[in-house]
């Protein structure tokens, strides 16, 4: 019985993969009527399946390549250290032991403090340096690329937007003269649309996830079942 079952699941795998889907993206929409216990059940099987996707993936991609096989394989033992510690995370849930866990999460964010610092430097340090555009056009040099009249007055605009913004947030002193107070009003109306336009491309995605969504709904399970039937 168990074997036909198997077999019956082998056979008609892709249509049962298209009515789980259906199902399961039928339950997540059923929020947009009201609260319900459909979408509640199908909410927590998805964080379910993502905590275990979440854990098979921190030892595929990380621990197994990353400590199992230098410390059992290459024979590097002073990676065994590493396994002490990271239990030492656990012991958060100790009121005894509390501190060793503190001790070490102390630790962890001293080094990722570094590692964001790092990261902060490379990447805004590089951008600061890339604002230094030039305004005036010019022919190329060993050095350099040719500057156009149009890559001329785009960088030229961007220097504006660049000084108008960087006025908006200087508030150590009063904006009383005219044209610092108008720039930097200028600056607070780029800094708007540059928000305006980052929202519009998170609804898009939104829109994106939707369309696919629907799109299988009705091509894959309506469509695939009417054709199924004819």
Not at 140 to 149: D, E
Not at 170 to 188: P, W
Request: glycine share 8%.
């Amino acid at each position: 019985m168990f074997g036909n079952l198997i077999r019956t699941i082998a056979i008609h795998h892709q249509a049962i993969e298209v009515w789980i889907g259906a199902l399961c993206t039928i339950g997540i929409f059923s929020l947009l009527y009201q609260e319900n216990k459909i979408y509640r059940f199908f909410e927590h099987l998805y964080i379910g399946l993502a905590a275990g996707y979440a854990i098979r993936t921190t030892w595929v991609d990380a621990l197994y390549p990353l400590w199992w096989q230098p410390l059992f394989q290459g024979g590097q033992w002073w990676w065994f250290f590493a396994l002490p510690a990271g239990l030492m995370f656990y012991l958060i849930y100790s009121r005894k032991y509390v501190w060793m866990a503190r001790l070490i999460i102390g630790i962890f964010l001293g080094l990722s403090a570094g590692m964001q610092f790092q990261q902060f430097a490379g990447q805004y340090f590089k951008q600061i340096a890339a604002s230094f555009k030039p305004i005036v056009p010019q022919a190329a040099t060993a050095t350099t690329k040719a500057v156009t009249f149009s890559g001329a007055l785009n960088n030229l605009l961007f220097m504006a937007i660049l000084v108008c913004v960087i006025l908006y947030f200087l508030f150590s002193f009063e904006h009383d003269n005219r044209v610092v107070r108008r720039a930097a009003g200028a600056g607070r109306w780029m800094l708007m649309i540059s928000f305006g336009a980052i929202f519009g491309s998170t609804v898009m995605a939104r829109m994106a996830l939707l369309i696919d969504r629907t799109h299988f709904i009705i091509t894959r399970w309506i469509v695939g079942q009417i054709l199924h039937h004819l």
